[in-house]
C-alpha cells in the first residue's frame, strides 16, 4: 500500500504551481431522528472501544516485549476480532470510525514523543461529550445546503440548522474545497453536531513586507482579569465573567440535584439541565471571543500578544477559576487564524518579558511589580496601560530585528 502524503508534502508538491492547502471546520446543529440518535450512541462506544483497545494493547506489548505494536497491525487483528461472536456488535458501527479512533492514539503517541501532549489516556464514557470521526471516502458525506441536510456514512440524511445568513453564503458562493473528515458529536444536555473539515486549494498568499507598516497600525495588548485586554492606545474591553454570573445559578441546580435519587427520571432531567447551563456559558464565551478577535484584526495590521503560560498560572488555586473563565488560549489562537487568514501578522512576545515592571516614559525597570512614578519620572500611567505600551514597543523591536536578519541572509 502507498504511503498517505501529508499536508506538508502536498503543499511542497503544491508550491511549484503556485498554490496551497488551506483546511477550516464548519460546525453544525444536527437533529437525528431516533432510530440515527441509537447509530450515533453506538458507533461513538464502538469508537472508544477501539481506542481504548488498542492503547491498552499497545502499552501491554510494549511492556512485554519492549516493541511498538503499529497501528497497521492492530488493525488486521481488530479486523478479525470483530468475526468473532463477542465482538460481531462492532460491525454495526462505520468502519472508518474505528479506523480514525486507532489511527488518534497514534497520533496521540507521536505527539508525546515530540513533547506536544501528555502520554495518551483512557477515553472514558462518563464524560459530558462523546464523539466519533469518520473519513470521506467515495462521497459518503454530503452537505445539500437546499434542503439543510447532512449525508454521512450508516446514518444517511440527517437534518441540519442552518441561519438564513449561512443559507444565503453558500447559496452564493457555494461550498468551496473538497470534505475530508466529519466529526460526529453528541453533549449530555441532548444536543447533536457534525464538524466538517474542509480542504481547499488556495493560491499561495503573497509575501507582506511589514516592517513598512506604521506603527499607528501596530497595536499591543495586555491579557488580565479585571479587563479582558488592554491595548496600547490606552482602549479596555470589560472581561465578562460568563461563569462567575452564572455560578449562583449553578450552584443552585447543583443542590438540587444532591437531593435527588441517582438514576431516577427527576435526577436524569436535572442533570441534563445543568450541562445545557454549562454548554450555554461555553457558547457565550466562544461567541464574545470570535467577536473581539474578528474586530482586532480587522482594525489592525500587526497584533502584538504576550506568550503567557496558561498552564503554570491556572495551578494558582486562587485564580485558576478566573483565569479558565476567561480563555486566553483560545483567543490567541482566534486571533492567529483569523490575522493569517486576512494576511495580517502577530508577534509573540516573550512570557519573561517584564511589561509591567518598566516606566514606559523612562524607561527605569523597577525592583518589584507595580509603580506609579519610578526615579522621578513625571508620567503617571496606569499599570496595565503602561504594559500594553511596553508590549508594542518590544513587538516592533522584534519585527526589526526579524527583518534585518533576513536583509543580511
Known amino acids: ?3 498517505r502524503k501529508t499536508t506538508k508534502e502536498k503543499n511542497e508538491e503544491l508550491a511549484k504551481d503556485g ?19 441509537e447509530q450515533i450512541h453506538q458507533t461513538a462506544g464502538c469508537s472508544r472501544f477501539a481506542f481504548n483497545f488498542y492503547l491498552g494493547e499497545r502499552k501491554e506489548v510494549y511492556r512485554l516485549t519492549n ?22 456488535w462492532l460491525k454495526k458501527a462505520d ?8 489511527e488518534s492514539v497514534e497520533d496521540a503517541f507521536q505527539r508525546f514523543f515530540k513533547g506536544q501532549n501528555g502520554f495518551p489516556k483512557f477515553k472514558s464514557k462518563h464524560k459530558s461529550e462523546q464523539g466519533y470521526t469518520t473519513k470521506e471516502t467515495n462521497g459518503n458525506i454530503k452537505l445539500d445546503i437546499q434542503n439543510q441536510m447532512v449525508q454521512l456514512p450508516k446514518l444517511g440524511k440527517v437534518k441540519i440548522r442552518l441561519s438564513k445568513k449561512h443559507c444565503k453564503m453558500f447559496q452564493e458562493n457555494g461550498l468551496k474545497g473538497k470534505i475530508k473528515t466529519a466529526t460526529i458529536k453528541y ?25 513598512t507598516v506604521s506603527e499607528d497600525k501596530i497595536i499591543g495588548l495586555d491579557l488580565g482579569l479585571n479587563h479582558f485586554y488592554i491595548d496600547s492606545n490606552g482602549k479596555k474591553v470589560d472581561n465578562p465573567k460568563f461563569l462567575k454570573t452564572k455560578l449562583k445559578k449553578l450552584a443552585k441546580l447543583q443542590r438540587q440535584l444532591k437531593n435527588k435519587k441517582i438514576g431516577s427520571s427527576n435526577y436524569k432531567k436535572l442533570q441534563q439541565k445543568i450541562s445545557k447551563l454549562h454548554l450555554h456559558i461555553a457558547n457565550i464565551r466562544k461567541d464574545f471571543l470570535h467577536k ?36 486566553w488560549s483560545m483567543y490567541k489562537t482566534f486571533v492567529s487564524y ?31 511589580y507595580l509603580f506609579l512614578t519610578v526615579n522621578g519620572c513625571v508620567q503617571i500611567a496606569e499599570r496595565d496601560v503602561n504594559a500594553a505600551k511596553n508590549i508594542k514597543e518590544e513587538g516592533i523591536r522584534i519585527l526589526k530585528e526579524l527583518y534585518s536578519n533576513l536583509k543580511v541572509a
Open 338 to 368: 483569523k490575522a493569517d487568514w486576512a494576511k495580517k501578522k502577530v508577534i509573540p512576545v516573550e512570557r519573561f518579558f517584564a511589561s509591567s515592571k518598566q516606566c514606559n516614559g523612562c524607561k527605569e525597570k523597577h525592583p518589584y
Open 67 to 88: 516493541e511498538t505494536l503499529s497501528v497497521g497491525d492492530f488493525k488486521k487483528s481488530f479486523n478479525v476480532l470483530k468475526e468473532h461472536p463477542m465482538f460481531n
Open 19 to 37: 498554490l496551497k492547502l488551506r483546511h477550516y471546520g464548519l460546525k453544525l446543529r444536527m437533529e437525528p431522528n431516533k432510530k440515527q440518535k
Open 1 to 3: 500500500m502507498a504511503k
Open 292 to 327: 473581539e478577535s474578528r474586530k482586532l484584526v480587522n482594525e489592525n495590521q500587526i497584533i502584538v500578544l504576550e506568550d503567557l503560560n496558561v498552564k503554570g498560572m491556572i495551578k494558582n488555586k486562587k485564580l485558576a477559576r478566573s483565569i479558565a473563565d476567561v480563555s
Open 95 to 102: 468502519k472508518f470510525a474505528l479506523e480514525t479512533a486507532m
Open 187 to 211: 453533549h449530555s444536555s441532548g444536543q447533536y453536531y457534525v464538524s466538517l473539515k474542509i480542504e481547499e486549494i488556495i493560491d499561495l498568499p503573497e509575501t507582506v513586507d511589514f516592517s
